[in-house]
């Protein structure tokens, strides 16, 4: 039994060919706007949530802290991985960050500054691949994608005058923060939510049957 039997299962598996496939559509806009705002909630929670265990790590190895940033990165990857159009990433990440400032933050509006950097580390990982493969691999490539460019962002705002071990430590502990939490966090709940049905006109949710 073959998996397409028609052109038009072929473009609608595939998230339609050529123009169409880059094409914005209001559900689109739409659903990656309440990603954003979920993924803000999360924000506002880990904003505090994450100083009991911050405080665990940073007597252990300068940096290491790093580690905990993975909540703050997922908005970009998740809306990517269901949305699957060009700014996706940028889009959630930075919509999300906008809000967690608004409401009311420790970082204030530089807050805004890094939802930008690290929406940008994803959206170059899915533009990377011409924005046709959504695997596991990929979500994982733009979750350490985002982790990279959150910890470089965070060492130029936040830590000027950090030495090489912390520079080196929080980067790498910042990348896989985001490859573990971000990347194959997002993806785990895209598939979550296209096995409920929700994401039932978006080719994530026509995918969530096949393999990894």
């Given at each position: 039994?073959h998996?397409?039997t ?8 595939s998230g ?5 496939r880059f094409?914005w559509?209001?559900?689109?806009i739409?659903?990656?706007s ?6 803000a909630a999360?924000?506002l929670v880990?904003n505090i ?12 190895l300068p940096?290491v802290q790093g ?5 703050w990165l997922?908005?970009g990857?998740?809306g990517?991985l269901v949305?699957?159009?060009?700014g ?15 409401v ?17 580390g994803?959206e170059?990982?899915?533009l990377a ?7 596991l691999?990929?979500a994982?490539?733009?979750g ?13 705002l936040?830590y ?9 430590v929080?980067?790498?502990?910042t ?5 573990i939490?971000a990347?194959?966090?997002a ?5 979550a ?11 994530s949710?026509?995918d969530?049957?096949?393999r990894?």
């Open positions: 039994m998996a397409v028609s052109p038009s299962t072929v473009r609608s598996s339609g060919s050529g123009r169409e094409r559509r209001i559900v689109d739409v659903v990656a309440v990603i954003g705002v979920a993924c999360v924000f880990w949530g994450y100083e009991g265990p911050a405080s665990l790590l940073k007597p252990l940096g580690l905990l940033a993975g909540p997922i908005a990857v998740l990517a949305i699957r159009k060009p996706a990433a940028l889009y959630t990440e930075l919509l999300a960050a906008v809000i967690s400032a608004l009311g933050n420790q970082w204030g509006p530089l807050t805004i500054v890094s939802g930008l950097v690290q929406g940008a994803a170059l990982v899915f691949f011409l924005y046709a493969s959504w695997r691999p990929v994982i490539l733009a350490a994608g985002a982790g990279f460019a959150c910890g470089i962002n965070d060492r130029v936040w000027p005058g950090a030495d090489g071990l912390f520079t080196t929080y980067i790498a502990a990348t896989i923060s985001g490859a939490v990347g194959l966090g993806w785990l709940v895209t598939r939510l296209a096995r409920t049905g929700a994401l039932a006109r978006f080719a949710g026509r969530a049957g096949r990894v």
